[in-house]
């Protein structure tokens, strides 16, 4: 609601002093993680907010209870009620779309399909001209 524009917002989500341990993975910042993740699901599911975009959280140190997700696409995915979604990586101009998600490297060959494939590109192809005005793809 006091979010300024044009300018980075942030917002402090918890009453409790917290100094972060730089390079270090504590459970302390993973349930912190997760207490901002649900805000801004929060915000997304009323309208505060258009878009959220996301950075890399600790895997391991946000497993909770209440986060039983090997990333937070799959939890975004099921706070959304969605069974087919597709994790952007983004960086510039560049857009990636990934067909397995989080799975182990040698895991990908096998998890691959022409179904899979085909289902992520068309995805991919919505998202790149709704959300980002692409308005003709490169394959």
């Given at each position: 609601d006091e979010a300024k524009p044009r300018k980075v917002n942030c917002l402090n989500l918890w009453e409790e002093g917290f100094e972060p341990e730089f390079g270090q993975a504590t459970k302390k910042s993973g349930e912190l993680a997760l207490k901002?993740?649900?805000a801004a699901v929060s915000d997304l599911a009323s309208n505060k907010i258009d878009v959220?975009?996301?950075?890399?959280?600790?895997?391991?140190?946000?497993?909770?209870?209440e986060f039983d997700f090997p990333g937070h696409t799959e939890y975004l995915a099921s706070m959304s009620n969605?069974?087919?979604?597709l994790m952007?990586?983004?960086?510039d101009e560049l857009r990636v779309g990934v067909v397995t998600g989080h799975i182990a490297l040698k895991d990908v060959a096998s998890?691959?399909?022409?179904d899979k494939i085909v289902s992520k590109l068309?995805?991919?192809?919505?998202s790149l001209s709704?959300?980002?005005g692409v308005s003709i793809p490169k394959r």
């Open positions: 901002s993740l649900q959220l975009v996301t950075s890399p959280i600790n895997k391991d140190t946000i497993q909770s209870d969605v069974e087919d979604y952007f990586l983004v960086a998890n691959l399909t022409s068309k995805l991919m192809t919505d709704k959300d980002f």
